[in-house]
T-cell receptor, first 112, second 113 residues
Framework: QKEVEQDPGPLSVPEGAIVSLNCTYS??????FMWYRQYSRKGPELLMY????GNKEDGRFTAQVDKSSKYISLFIRDSQPSDSATYLC????????????FGRGTSLIVHP | ETGVTQSPTHLIKTRGQQVTLRCSSQ?????VSWYQQALGQGPQFIFQ???????GRGNFPPRFSGLQFPNYSSELNVNALELDDSALYLC????????????FGSGTQLSVL
């Protein structure tokens, strides 16, 4: 079993839809949770960052962490074709190694 | 403020050859991490360099080696290339080794024939 599991998709939605992207994890030591967006042939770009449990909102993006269920989510409201990309979740422990472990990414396609 | 830059952008090698990939970290960052991303997979951690010393290593064989220079730029060297080494190699810098937010370059696409 991988430490971080993420459905690769693809997830195809119409423009304006609410998108839900999810990851599960097995290591209870993870305290830092991140979402990266990766466009084709580009490096990942940090989108959202959350420490421990709870919600964080930034514009059209909301990140949620449920540590009791070992489950994290990224919601995108009013999705746009420019949101079409691969979304990678990443997690890191506190204390010792802070090196993030990544999920395999979910491919999102927003069609006009 | 300049971002993370990697060179070359693309590279084609044959099995058994050696390759060196280069990375310039973002201004003000002293830590560089290297990741391998196979097609359709997430980035896999290779190693991290902090102030010119290796500061952590993933599950990669010794033929993957690296360097970090006093200006915090870095190199990734891979010896005895194998077909499975074909991947996107990503360099990421961070402010410090205890800082989990990474800033990535666009990567080097390596093809091994």
């Amino acid at each position: 079993q991988k430490e971080v599991e993420q459905d690769p998709g693809p997830l195809s939605v119409p423009e304006g839809a609410i998108v839900s992207l999810n990851c599960t994890y097995s290591n209870s030591a993870f305290q830092y949770f991140m979402w990266y967006r990766q466009y084709s042939r580009k490096g990942p770009e940090l989108l959202m960052y959350t420490y421990s449990s709870g919600n964080k909102e930034d514009g059209r993006f909301t990140a949620q962490v449920d540590k009791s269920s070992k489950y994290i989510s990224l919601f995108i409201r009013d999705s746009q074709p420019s949101d079409s990309a691969t979304y990678l979740c990443a997690m890191a422990r506190s204390g010792g190694s802070y090196i993030p472990t990544f999920g395999r990414g979910t491919s999102l396609i927003v069609h006009p | 403020e300049t971002g993370v830059t990697q060179s070359p952008t693309h590279l084609i090698k044959t099995r058994g050859q050696q390759v060196t990939l280069r990375c310039s970290s973002q201004s003000g960052h002293n830590t560089v991490s290297w990741y391998q991303q196979a097609l359709g997979q997430g980035p896999q951690f290779i190693f991290q360099y902090y102030r010119e010393e290796e500061n952590g290593r993933g599950n990669f064989p010794p033929r993957f080696s690296g360097l970090q220079f006093p200006n915090y730029s870095s190199e990734l060297n891979v010896n005895a290339l194998e077909l499975d080494d074909s991947a996107l190699y990503l360099c990421a810098s961070s402010i410090d080794s205890t800082y989990e937010k990474l800033f990535f370059g666009s990567g080097t696409q390596l093809s091994v024939l």
